[in-house]
């Protein structure tokens, strides 16, 4: 029942990767019937067909496993014989090199479409939410602005200018509205109250000396792949004390790990009742680049109260553009790491089960988490096709480019050639990647069964 369970979990990742493939195809799709190229067939999913119908001389089916889907061309492949297929403009191998171009590119085009229609339907009609927390003050930091002007621990913030404030969001809304004006906080303390006056320029500092109460240490969500996860820590693990100093708040984990990347850190961490030690090593974000953040393991604080923001449309439209371009930026930089670092970030690298981890995680955490996942595996899908390795959209470009440039086409013989070349490229990937999502659960769930009996764990390699 426990395995059932287990795997049902998963059905995040069936409409995740069935809209990602399924827009990524029809973008081949459309740009194949403009260009006149015959296709043969057109398949969510991959093995057996489940169902379907031919219409245009098209055959349109679901298949079996949900995970996947093709555009089958005439003229895609050689023939037995190793030559290029005989024939004129409706066969892919055949058609004009720009015509190749375009149909190739089509499908990552398809998909980054699909992020920014994701990423504008998400800030205009779901809302983007964010942690919250009631109005009290937790820890304040010494030297800090708010604390020179008198606020400690326990204390309450009720209104800005008279207007009432609740959460913390509508408290930080409320000072950053506008930073050019002068404001009244009116804070509480043990029944009385007292103001606190910030002039032009000095809400951002006042706030970041501050730290709600209820950010309690404790591990929210852990992230697939990070140490935290590799080490063995659930979500609801109270953190006690890092190297023997006793945690009182969530800020504590972040400010003690920073400078310690790739150094081994003991945690104590309290799970029902019992405490146990774990040896975690923090990562750092790019250990290419020394001012990037280090010290991360992969939990999220616990969330007390969600925030909820919905843009206008006009709004929403204007976000959507700088908010896409981030996340581009992000997955090939990620994508980078991954290739230059591939033993250092081996285990944020997944198939399927991994982005079914994700999926499962993102779902638990709202839509609005499920679609920003969506956004970015769709991202994902689009660079990695347009890498120029044979066999993926990268490769068909590459070809029908250098057939633009030479002015004649490749033979069937260098064709093959190149084909080769991206199978084994593409097939030693597919074993790397496959390799990490069948030992990645069963690490995991070793980690998970000795961590209530202090087994440290193993360090990130940083080579």
């Not at 398949?43 to 098209?58: D, I």
């Not at 996860?229 to 109270?238: I, L, M, N, S, W």
């Amino acid at each position: 029942m426990n395995l059932l369970t287990s795997i049902l979990s998963f059905w995040p990742i069936i409409p995740l990767l069935g809209i990602v493939i399924f827009f990524h195809e029809l973008g081949h799709y459309l740009a194949a019937k403009w260009r006149g190229v015959t296709v043969l067939k057109f398949s969510l999913g991959m093995g057996p067909e489940m169902v379907g119908f031919t219409r245009g001389g098209t055959r349109y089916c679901l298949s079996w496993i949900p995970l996947g889907g093709y555009v089958q061309m005439a003229g895609d492949s050689l023939e037995e014989d190793g030559s290029i297929p005989k024939g004129g403009p409706e066969q892919f191998l055949t058609h004009p090199w720009i015509g190749r171009l375009i149909i190739a590119i089509a499908g990552p085009f398809a998909n980054l479409v699909t992020a920014w229609l994701v990423a504008f339907i998400t800030l205009a009609v779901v809302g983007v939410s964010q942690p919250d927390f009631p109005n009290l003050i937790g820890a304040v930091e010494e030297s800090s602005p708010a604390a020179v002007a008198g606020v400690r621990a326990g204390d309450r913030f009720t209104s800005v200018d008279d207007a009432p404030v609740s959460t913390w969001h509508e408290l930080v809304n409320a000072l950053i509205a506008d930073t050019s004006r002068t404001v009244t906080i009116t804070m509480e303390r043990a029944g009385e109250t007292y103001p606190v006056v910030l002039g032009a320029g000095e809400h951002r500092p006042w706030l970041r000396g501050l730290e709600p109460e209820g950010l309690l240490p404790v591990a929210g969500m852990v992230s697939p792949g990070m140490p935290a996860y590799r080490a063995g820590v659930k979500e609801g693990d109270r953190f006690v004390a890092i190297d023997g100093v006793p945690v009182n708040g969530f800020h504590e984990i972040r400010d003690r790990l920073k400078g310690r990347a790739d150094s081994s850190v003991r945690f104590t961490l309290e799970r029902e009742g019992k405490r146990f030690d774990l040896a975690i090593t923090p990562m750092r974000a790019d250990p290419n680049n020394p001012d990037s953040p280090d010290g991360q393991i992969g939990i999220m604080a616990p969330r007390a109260l969600v925030y909820r923001e919905r843009f206008t449309v006009d709004r929403a439209f204007l976000a959507s553009f700088p908010t896409l371009f981030a996340m581009v930026d992000q997955v090939y930089r990620n994508l980078w790491l991954t290739v230059s670092r591939p033993f250092y970030y081996r285990e944020a690298v997944g198939g399927p089960i991994f982005i079914g981890q994700m999926a499962r995680e993102s779902a638990r955490q709202g839509l609005d988490s499920f679609l920003w996942l969506l956004a970015m595996i769709n991202l994902a899908i689009m660079s990695f096709n347009l890498l120029p390795i044979p066999l993926l959209d990268g490769g068909h470009i590459v070809l029908a480019l250098l057939e633009g440039v030479r002015r004649r086409a490749m033979t069937g013989r260098s064709y093959l050639t190149f084909q080769k070349v991206g199978l084994a490229i593409v097939g030693t990937l597919f074993v790397f990647i496959l390799s990490q999502d069948l030992l990645r659960p069963i690490l995991r769930a070793r980690a998970v069964e000795k961590a209530t009996q202090g087994t440290p764990t193993v360090a990130p390699e940083t080579r």
